[in-house]
């Protein structure tokens, strides 16, 4: 509870909070506002924003309502962002919750699969499972999760590493505690904390990630993408630079709101490190 | 007698707003005269390491001087511009820390940090710096002085750290030398080496020295003078000798009354069955190297065997390094040892599989040092005492019943379960630990420095719970400690151990009044204070 | 030479790496769906099966999976990777022409967020809580929340479609033949932006980092001997704080070598680079499976290498690690 009142005290970490309420509420209202496909056509192609009352964001290229997309748009970003993130952060836990444990040859395999992961770009990775699982929601989804794993699990491991020589730890075993009661019982409770706080940055860069490949047009082409949008907008640029311009903001802000929160998070956990 | 070299005149410190306390210091006057020493003692949280960053004016954020003068050479410290501030550090009033590894830069060599302090205060061409390096080394005596300038600290020995640090100190002649808890994180032999050095330089060159410690042996080592600390306050100053002889003020009395005396209580009478037996137990670490070439080979614990009567306390001493934690958690199959074995009610632990070792847990227990480390943060503190009966198939509800009780046993309000183990003191938390070890009512309980982390007083009072125990309950110990008066207090039998090896065993008035091993000899020669505290 | 000696260990432990990467994608890429006769077909406007079958004869396409992943092993031992049938030239080939470009950009960008980073991050540990650390860091947060492809975009809007000052891409001007000192300000001229686009999101992290690591160092016990031994604040951050601290940084250099070269295919599309992240698009949109294995095998190298140099750095650094074996 005084994580909560250490949380709500910081400007930045509450101005993140409501950025993020912002960008849910968008999400969440989308259907009601903009019950159209937002891909749809839905009037005169490149009406600039504030000019025509009912396309207060203009229109694009091809004369779709660009705040039907921004808002369905949202839905797209954290759906992406939050399944991705909980793929990563649990293929993550669990390597290295098992690497840091045990040790040994156990941790020099996962190490060196997680080296592997980690040595090929990660979005050059995105692409070759984009090219072999295809681009639907789900594939580009899974795919984020996949190329993200690595650096939680080189996290828990080094929490795990510190923790399992712990004298609480060591306590377990002498009581006869089992592995899995002391992995999951003991250590893993006291070893969470920077992780779930690390989930924000993970989920930043899935954003980030997603946003690059709709951008090149490699996701999904059938759902409105703030990246896809931006695409687009590409052709246009020299005139109607707005239809780039507005959802790039849009990612920017969810992006932002995000990173505000995990480390209004990570402040509030750790009081010590504050300011760090 | 040309008066004072260093006073300290009513000296008042803030602390932030939110502290537990509205002070560090109150109303601290001190003064240290040339070529004398000053202890200044305490426990923790009494302020002692705030003076010295005090005069120093090294305080951390938040925390100011709100009153009172800091007089040196004439000056008020206490208002002095920053800038003459720093001409005074190092060069004027000089400081030893307590770690000296981490007190020292580790990218950069030994002889380069020393040579700074004249690249500060005087301007030395570089071939006199280090001329002047070298023969401060030396002056320290450090093994090979032209080597270890060019070493970098970890390429140095502990020992050997605060010798380079006290030489950095020395470098410009200060007249007054601070020394917080010098040598509290060194060895006993390396620790005696260091005190000797400090006292004879002092002496040679005139220093007035304010030496911090916890420690009424090392006080009573080196002080010429002594004052005494208690929550921000000097509660007693006057000459060494008087007031190790006769303290006046009553916290004075209590904690050189809670220093264990060295010589051994009479000798109780043990069984003549053994509850333990320990033969040839080996562990061996390799580190480094590639595929078993050039690896460096440490014998943690070289071929020992002990035998631990039933009811007795089987000491273990020895320095850091010696092995007698690792042949701590070998007893307990923390770690696996190498060969050998460890005999407990007809069962070999040292070959036990894994299911059946988690068994035999209920027979010995053990109990760790670190009253912070040892308890999980994130569990309330019946919960930790109930979960060793839990997991040996109690129900909750019995194992909770079982913790309260033994809360009541340790000494802890049985109300307090619901707590987390944050919310108790450093000496309430080591009972925890005692009583999550006694929960599942072993044979043998194996104690690995289980009063080292705490101050002195509180020492005395879990050293007399765990005799009280011992003698209530009839439980076997084995009671690793680096501190030979706990150990003369607590065991009836003693080990010491030197790399890995036991050198010499037998009963602790023995081993301890009559040593016959040079290690044990050298040992108990190097206890500071060694005869302070054996008539109290 | 221990320094010399551990990174050789290093660089031969990352061996291993590299098979498993490589055998990984060599696998994932056999569930590709239509192989690159069928993109070269489809380029061609369609064929028949029997042009099909005789092409994939002529590529090897038609032996069995472990037969053509051994064959494939054993021809990267020889540095050969394979014949790309798009661009009617061996892979190695290929990607030796598209290198040169996104090494630059690669060095320019790393060079410019590592340098800016530290000078950041230093100022704002050294204002901890002020404004200029509020400042700061607010900077770093945004610039890590900017998705580059747009920063690109509206870098071009700006500086080259308003202001005209910059090219909105491209690697040099083709339509004038340049030499010597001309064509290397022309490239720089090319490379300002897309450097700032690729280095924007690691100037955040390095500030970041360099921040915390600052903070961190500041609170270490030697800084407190250097304090006390007369050194005012300049001179304890010169010469005690700013060395320990850069650790981590470099550290950084190394985790970050793939993620960087992940980023520049995104940034060389932005631009129009002909760099070797735009030939790794291009292979995808083409299904030029051979380039892309070939893009994955030289990526990983240059990450390795990129590695190799950081442990030496490192080592240089830190004594510690060169005697700790």
Partial sequence: MQAVRGYFRSPPAVIGLVLLLLVIAMAATADWLFPRDPLSLAGRPLVWPFQNSRFWLGTDNSGRDIAAQIFHGARISLLIGLVATAIAILIGIVVGAVAGYYGGTVDTILMRVAEAFQTLPNFLLLLVLVVVFGSTLATVTIAIGIVSWPAPARLTRAEFLSLRNREFVQAGRTLGMRDIRLIFGEILPNALPPVIVYASVVMAVAILLESALAFLRLSDPNVASWGNLIGLGRDVLRVQWYVSAIPGIAILVTVLAVSLVGQGLNDALNPRLKGR | ?536 | ?325
């Avoid at chain 2, 970890?154 to 100190?169: K, P, W």
């Avoid at chain 2, 420690?215 to 929550?231: L, P, S, T, W, Y």
């Avoid at chain 3, 028949?48 to 472990?66: H, K, M, N």
């Fill in chain 3, 1 to 325: 030479m221990r320094i010399l000696a551990l990174a050789g260990r290093r660089l031969a432990a990352s061996i291993p790496t590299l098979f498993l990467i490589l055998v990984g994608i060599f696998l994932l890429l056999q569930f590709a769906p239509g192989d690159t006769v069928d993109a070269m077909l489809a380029q061609m406007g369609g064929g028949d099966a029997v042009t099909a079958q005789q092409l994939r004869q002529f590529y090897g396409l038609d032996l069995s999976v472990p037969a053509r992943l051994g064959q494939y092993l054993l021809r990267l031992v020889q540095l050969d990777l394979g014949f790309s049938a798009i661009y009617g030239k061996p892979v190695a080939i290929v990607i030796a022409e598209r290198l040169p470009p996104t090494l630059l950009l690669m060095t320019a960008a790393l060079s410019f967020a590592f340098f800016a980073g530290l000078v950041l991050g230093v100022l704002a540990a050294r204002r901890v809580n002020r404004w200029p650390d509020t400042l700061i860091s607010t900077l770093g947060l945004v610039f890590y929340a900017t998705p580059s492809f747009w920063f690109g975009l509206m870098a071009i809007v700006v500086f080259s479609i308003y202001l005209q000052w910059l090219p909105a891409g491209g690697f040099e001007d083709i339509t004038s033949l340049q030499t010597g000192i001309w064509r290397t300000l022309d490239i720089a001229r090319h490379l300002v932006l897309p450097t700032l686009t690729l280095g924007l999101i690691f100037l955040a992290i390095y500030l970041r980092i360099m921040r915390a690591s600052m903070l961190e160092v500041l609170n270490l016990d030697f800084v407190r001997t250097a304090r006390a031994k007369g050194l005012d604040e300049t001179r304890v951050v010169v010469r005690h704080v700013l060395r320990n601290a850069l650790l981590p940084m470099v550290t950084l250099i190394g985790l970050q070598a793939g993620t960087m070269l992940g980023g520049s295919v995104v940034v060389e599309s932005v631009f129009s680079l002909p760099g070797l992240g735009r030939l790794a698009y291009e292979s995808v949109v083409q299904r030029d499976l051979n380039t892309l294995l070939g893009i994955v095998f030289v990526s990983a190298i240059l990450v390795i290498v990129v590695n190799f140099v950081v442990d030496l750095l490192y080592a240089r650094l830190d004594p510690r690690i060169s005697a700790g074996g």
């Fill in chain 2, 1 to 536: 007698m040309t008066g004072p070299v260093l006073t300290l005149d009513r000296l008042g410190v803030r602390l932030p707003p939110g502290a537990d306390r509205s002070h560090a210091l109150q109303d601290v006057s001190l003064a240290i005269q040339p070529g004398e020493i000053l202890c200044v003692v305490g426990e923790s949280g009494s302020g002692k390491s705030m003076t010295a960053n005090a005069v120093m004016r090294l305080l951390p954020v938040g925390v100011a001087i709100d009153g009172g003068r800091v007089l040196f050479e004439g000056r008020d410290l206490a208002v002095l511009p920053e800038a003459e501030m720093r001409a005074v550090r190092g060069a004027g009033v000089a400081m030893i820390f307590q770690e000296p590894m981490t007190a020292l830069n580790p990218l950069r060599t030994i002889g380069d940090q020393i040579g700074e302090m004249f690249g500060i205060h005087a301007d030395l061409p570089r071939q006199q710096v280090a001329t002047r390096v070298r023969a401060l080394l030396e002056e320290v005596r450090i093994p090979d002085p032209e080597r270890a300038a060019r070493a970098y600290p970890h390429e140095l020995s502990g020992g050997q750290r605060q010798r380079a640090m006290i030489a950095m100190a020395l470098a410009l002649d200060p007249r007054v030398l601070i020394a917080d808890e010098p040598t509290t994180a060194l060895d006993v032999t390396t620790q005696a080496q260091i005190l000797a050095l400090i006292r004879d330089l002092q002496r040679r060159k005139g220093t007035g020295v304010l030496f911090i410690t916890h420690d009424f042996g090392v006080v009573a080592e080196i002080a010429d003078r002594v004052a005494v600390m208690q929550h921000g306050r000097v509660v007693e100053e006057g000459p060494a000798a008087e007031i190790l002889q006769r303290p006046q003020h009553p916290y004075t009395r209590q904690l050189i009354a809670a220093v264990p005396p060295l010589r051994a209580p009479p000798p109780r009478p043990l069984a003549e069955d053994a509850v333990l037996t320990i033969r040839n137990l080996s562990k061996t670490y390799r580190t480094g190297g590639f595929l078993g070439r050039g690896a460096r080979v440490t014998h943690a614990v070289r071929d020992v065997s002990l035998r631990l009567p039933r009811g007795g306390t089987l000491g273990i001493v020895g320095e850091s390094g010696s092995g007698k934690s690792t042949l701590a958690r070998c007893i307990v199959r923390l770690i696996d040892p190498d060969q050998g074995s460890v005999e407990l009610g007809g069962a070999d632990l040292a070959h036990l599989s894994r299911a059946e070792m988690r068994r035999q847990t209920r027979h010995i227990q053990m109990v760790f040092q670190d009253p912070f480390g040892s308890l999980n943060p994130r569990r309330r503190a019946g919960e930790l005492v109930a979960q060793g009966p839990m997991v040996h198939g109690a129900s909750r509800a019995d194992a909770m019943a079982r913790a309260r009780a033994l809360f009541q046993l340790v000494g802890l309000d049985p109300a307090s379960v619901d707590r987390f183990p944050h919310e108790f003191s450093g000496g309430q938390r080591q009972r925890i630990g005692l009583a999550r070890a006694l929960a599942l009512e072993p044979q043998v309980l194996v104690a690995d420095e289980p009063v080292s982390a705490l101050d002195v007083s509180v020492q005395a009072q879990v050293l007399a719970l765990l005799a009280d125990l011992r003698a209530r309950l009839g439980i076997s110990m084995v009671f690793i400690t680096h501190d030979l008066r706990v150990a003369a207090q607590i065991c009836d039998l003693v080990a010491v151990m030197k790399d890995g090896e036991v050198v010499e065993e037998g009963p602790v008035a023995r081993v301890f009044g009559d040593p016959q091993h040079p290690y044990t000899r050298a040992l108990l020669d190097s206890i500071p204070g060694r005869g302070f505290g054996a008539g109290a």
